[in-house]
């Protein structure tokens, strides 16, 4: 144990340019991409790779609460899973709920609470299922924005997309979006998810400690990159929706053309008396 609180002392997280191991600036994202829409039997679902993360989520409702005794007669329920693979990480992970997991399946719950149309779905449930292929830190984030683009894809009434980033502590200074490195070795980590448009808070977690000044560059930090990662959702949406001109080709029945069948051209002969 102290061997590794040493290791964790010597370990130079940001180097003399200010970069970090990755090579980010601390105010960098890892590089991001979502794909909406990515399976069938969901009536929505979204992919998402986040630097070394990658995960899938799918979404199903509103659909008839089960079992029935959870209904509420006001409102749908807001269900999520979030199940990490035992492939995920680099040592196998026993499979199946644990602390952890039951934890950040409830706070995103409740952050899709905020904001689904729930009062319009009275007896229904909405349930949100993400997937963690790979893990390496913000899994959390990658699952919540990824089953945003999901409720979307599925569409389930919302106020509006949510998109999620954590903002942490290395080597004493804050920095943006923590890879797994960064997050065993720094001071803190905190994820938070935002309502874009309005600028609203529905999750914010903290792991280590933060001053107040701090804390609040971190939020500033994180906030905006909610900005960036909204562009990204809505970009997933807008490629998976959008009907390019090439789409209604292929869509259209094929033009008859005026070659026959045997690829002659149409003699005299083949029109009738009138020559019509
Ligand atoms: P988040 O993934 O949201 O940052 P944590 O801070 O709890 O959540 O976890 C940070 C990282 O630690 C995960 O992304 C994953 O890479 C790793 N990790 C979490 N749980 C396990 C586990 N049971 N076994 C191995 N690695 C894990």
């Not at 090579?23 to 399976?39: D, H, M, Q, S, Y």
């Not at 035992?86 to 026993?94: A, Y």
């Amino acid at each position: 144990m102290e061997d590794i609180e040493h290791f964790a002392k010597a370990m130079k997280l940001i180097d003399a340019d200010g970069r970090r191991l990755d090579g980010r600036k601390f105010n960098e994202l890892r590089p991001i991409r979502i794909e909406a829409g990515v399976l069938r039997r969901a009536d929505g679902s979204a992919y998402m790779e986040w630097g070394g993360n990658k995960v899938l989520a799918a979404v199903y409702g509103p659909r008839e609460a089960h079992p029935r005794h959870l209904q509420d007669p006001a409102r749908a329920l807001v269900q999520c899973r979030y199940n990490m693979a035992p492939f995920s990480v680099t040592d196998r992970k026993r499979p199946g709920p644990d602390r952890r997991s039951v934890e950040i399946s409830k706070v995103i719950s409740e952050a899709f609470s905020s904001v689904v149309f729930a009062e319009q779905f009275p007896r229904t449930s909405v349930d949100i299922f993400i997937e963690v292929l790979q893990a390496d830190a913000g899994t959390r984030c990658a699952g919540l924005t990824a089953a945003s683009v999901a409720l979307a894809d599925a569409g389930v009434p919302m106020r509006d997309l949510v998109a999620s980033c954590a903002s942490g502590k290395i080597d004493g200074v804050v920095c943006l979006d923590l890879n797994k490195d960064e997050d065993n070795f720094g001071d803190a980590d905190c994820p938070t998810a935002v309502v874009p448009r309005t600028g609203e808070i529905v999750l914010l977690q903290m792991d280590g400690h933060l001053t107040s000044d701090e804390f609040e560059k971190a939020m500033d930090l994180s906030i905006d990159a909610a900005r960036r990662i909204y562009d990204l959702q809505r970009d997933a949406l807008r490629r998976r929706y959008s009907v390019t001109l090439e789409d209604i080709l292929k869509e259209s029945p094929p033009v008859p053309s005026p070659m026959q069948p045997e690829g002659r051209l149409p003699s005299e002969d083949d029109f009738g008396p009138e020559g019509i």
